[in-house]
């Protein structure tokens, strides 16, 4: 019996993907097809998949070409596969020519060429096509527009920030509008990282103009401000939401399962520390207005494991600060701790101190351990009572 193996997301099943599983059970007597995991899609970048994994398994399974489908999981599992299924052909696309031939030592490799003008990403961007427009004269605006690219249906429409020369400079290859309401006219939703004072406006205005907002933490500078936009984002039908790239990345959520599932007991202590070397010129006022403070840039992600752990119910907190500008309220090191009714927590945040960026969270049975930077770790350890268990999680490269 010859067997053939082939693998693929399969998302939004159409005639092309039945076409090629027809052609690669054609080339002998067994097929098996192997179905990427939600997981393995993001740690390659394939962030806007519509169907779940489920989904997707049964679609091919409809299909009734499949004799066996197995799930693809990590880097590297072809090889294993090849192997423990005693496959005699690994079949892809011709799309990925050249790309799988080191299988040659294990099996014969076959490039199948594809049904033409079907695709599912040209599918995902047809049904979901959006005009993103960028506002603000952070350089991760130039990182936002190159990771657009990497997802379907998203268009960047243009940027709008104060300072002309700086947004120009930053993203050549965009169209700078001169005024804010035109960017919005043009656009379907936005992406702000202006600088937090002036968030709740640049927000408010965008969603009384129906349009959906992704904006850098934090929203507004305080709870009644906060409060007011999302139920405005609620009433005009619009998504309003943190852009807190940490909270959605794998490797951030197989921890925080490792905790709630008690692999190290009750969690009593968290440490979390996020800083970073900004040199900032105080004496320049329009510097200093749009600069960001530690508490506004870091504060956020600090604090994301110890209120998503902890909750908000702590009995006491005590604030450390050191002001090195009270005009502006420029922040250059800020350390919180809060009191909770049975364990403790410490944050500590720079943009003009530097330390050692790890998150530690210790519990009855043992702790976490998330090396610097742990806000975009792809590794964590966990060791409970006398063993050590090292884990290893793919991280999310192109996403927004």
């Avoid at 049964?58 to 197995?70: L, N």
């Avoid at 050549?172 to 035109?182: A, L, R």
């Avoid at 749009?290 to 600090?302: H, K, L, Q, V």
Wanted: contains cysteine; proline residues 2%; negative net charge.
């Amino acid at each position: 019996m010859k067997k053939v193996i082939t693998y693929g997301t399969y998302d939004l099943l159409h005639y092309g993907h039945i076409r090629l599983l027809e052609r690669a059970k054609a080339l002998g007597d067994y097929l098996i097809v192997g179905v990427t995991a939600d997981d393995f899609d993001k740690t390659r970048g394939k962030i806007n998949v519509q169907q779940s994994l489920m989904e997707r398994i049964e679609g091919v399974r409809a299909t009734g070409i499949a004799d066996e489908i197995i799930v693809e999981e990590y880097e590297g599992q072809k090889i294993d596969d090849i192997r423990r299924y005693g496959a005699d052909i690994f079949t892809v696309g011709d799309d990925w020519v050249g790309k799988f031939d080191y299988l040659n030592e294990y099996c014969e490799v076959v490039y199948l060429s594809r049904t033409q003008g079907v695709s599912s990403s040209e599918l995902r961007q047809k049904n979901r096509n959006l005009r993103l427009g960028l506002v603000g004269e952070s350089d991760i605006l130039r990182k936002v527009s190159n990771e657009s690219k990497y997802v379907n249906g998203i268009q960047i429409s243009g940027v709008y920030g104060e300072d002309k020369k700086t947004v120009k400079e930053l993203l050549d290859d965009v169209s700078v509008y001169d005024e804010y309401d035109d960017l919005l006219n043009d656009s379907d939703a936005v992406y702000i990282i202006t600088s937090p004072k002036h968030h709740y406006q640049d927000i408010k205005h965008a969603l009384e103009k129906k349009k959906h907002v992704l904006c850098e933490s934090p929203i507004a500078l305080s709870r009644k401000e906060c409060e007011e936009l999302f139920a405005l984002a609620k009433e005009n039908g619009c998504v309003l939401m943190d852009a807190i790239k940490t909270a959605y990345s794998t490797a951030y959520h197989r921890m925080l399962l490792q905790v709630k599932t008690g692999k190290i007991g009750t969690p009593k202590l968290i440490e979390a520390t996020c800083t970073s070397i900004r040199e900032i010129d105080s004496t320049n006022p329009e510097k200093m207005e749009r600069s960001w403070n530690s508490i506004s840039a870091w504060g956020p992600t600090a604090l994301l494991p110890v209120l998503q752990i902890f909750g908000t119910d702590y009995k006491d907190r005590r604030i450390v600060t050191w002001l090195d500008n009270e005009k502006y309220h420029y922040d250059a090191f800020t350390k919180i701790d809060f009191c909770y009714p049975d364990s403790v927590a410490s944050i500590k945040v720079g943009q003009g101190v530097k330390s050692e960026g790890e998150l530690i969270i210790s519990g009855t049975k043992g702790y976490i351990y998330v090396p610097a930077p742990w806000w975009k770790t792809e590794y964590f350890e966990v060791r409970y009572e006398r063993q050590e268990i090292f884990l290893s999680v793919g991280w999310r490269r192109n996403s927004l």
